[in-house]
């Protein structure tokens, strides 16, 4: 067994009493390891993949969406996608954390990559998905996503711990673009193979 250490500010002489403060060594050393790194990051896309998809707002968003499209987009795919984009933006936010990237470099080029995929979309994907970025800043997503960039920033003495929740946002409007470019194109195939079906026959 190893020995605790005296620790002699712990000691009240008058009292004669010793508090003894157990201190636990990290799961992968003292040091965060690659290892440690991935499970960080799988944890933090897991925590907000689940907690949007717990999100009453997005789940009246896609009931909305739902019957708009007539049930073309059903309201699952409508929360899975933006359940992805949301846990994508958490794991971005955290290795800007992490690795202490400026936050500029993260959020400006995905909002330069939005306005091109804003222009070739639909008029009713855009509405849905820059609606959808406001749904994430729900009560179930904000305080799980603000405790843990506090606590992390913490444990490694990050001052400037924001960001995570802007990319939160950003990401689910670019998940569910690149969605509706492809529904359109899964469409217009679909489309395009009657016709020829059509002629064919």
């Given at each position: 067994m190893k020995p605790i250490e005296f620790q002699k500010d712990q000691y009240n002489q008058e009292k004669k009493q010793y508090t003894q403060i157990i201190n636990l060594e990290p799961l992968f050393g003292k040091k965060l390891s690659?290892?440690?790194?991935?499970?960080?990051?799988?944890?933090?896309?897991?925590?907000?993949?689940?907690?949007?998809?717990?999100?009453?707002?997005?789940?009246?968003?896609?009931?909305?969406?739902e019957g708009l499209t007539v049930g073309t987009i059903k309201?699952?795919?409508?929360?899975?996608?933006?359940?992805?984009?949301?846990?994508?933006g958490i794991v971005l936010g955290l290795s800007r954390i992490l690795f202490d990237l400026p936050l500029i470099w993260l959020i400006v080029p995905t909002y330069i990559l939005?306005?091109?995929l804003t222009i070739w979309s639909e008029e009713?994907?855009?509405?849905?998905?820059?609606?959808?970025?406001?749904?994430?800043?729900?009560?179930?997503?904000?305080?799980?996503?603000?405790?843990?960039?506090?606590?992390i920033g913490g444990e490694l003495?990050?001052?400037?711990?924001?960001?995570?929740?802007?990319?939160?946002?950003?990401?689910?409007?670019?998940?569910?673009?690149?969605?509706?470019?492809?529904?359109?194109?899964?469409?217009?195939?679909?489309?395009?193979?009657?016709?020829?079906?059509k002629e064919n026959g």
């Amino acid at each position: 067994m190893k020995p605790i250490e005296f620790q002699k500010d712990q000691y009240n002489q008058e009292k004669k009493q010793y508090t003894q403060i157990i201190n636990l060594e990290p799961l992968f050393g003292k040091k965060l390891s690659v290892l440690g790194l991935i499970l960080v990051l799988i944890f933090a896309f897991g925590m907000g993949y689940g907690a949007t998809m717990a999100e009453p707002a997005l789940n009246a968003l896609g009931i909305t969406v739902e019957g708009l499209t007539v049930g073309t987009i059903k309201r699952v795919q409508i929360v899975q996608v933006v359940s992805i984009g949301v846990g994508i933006g958490i794991v971005l936010g955290l290795s800007r954390i992490l690795f202490d990237l400026p936050l500029i470099w993260l959020i400006v080029p995905t909002y330069i990559l939005l306005m091109p995929l804003t222009i070739w979309s639909e008029e009713e994907f855009t509405a849905i998905a820059w609606d959808s970025g406001g749904v994430t800043t729900g009560p179930v997503t904000v305080p799980l996503v603000l405790a843990m960039g506090l606590s992390i920033g913490g444990e490694l003495n990050v001052i400037d711990g924001f960001g995570i929740l802007a990319l939160a946002s950003a990401f689910p409007i670019m998940t569910v673009l690149l969605y509706g470019l492809y529904a359109r194109a899964k469409q217009r195939k679909s489309i395009l193979t009657k016709q020829k079906e059509k002629e064919n026959g």
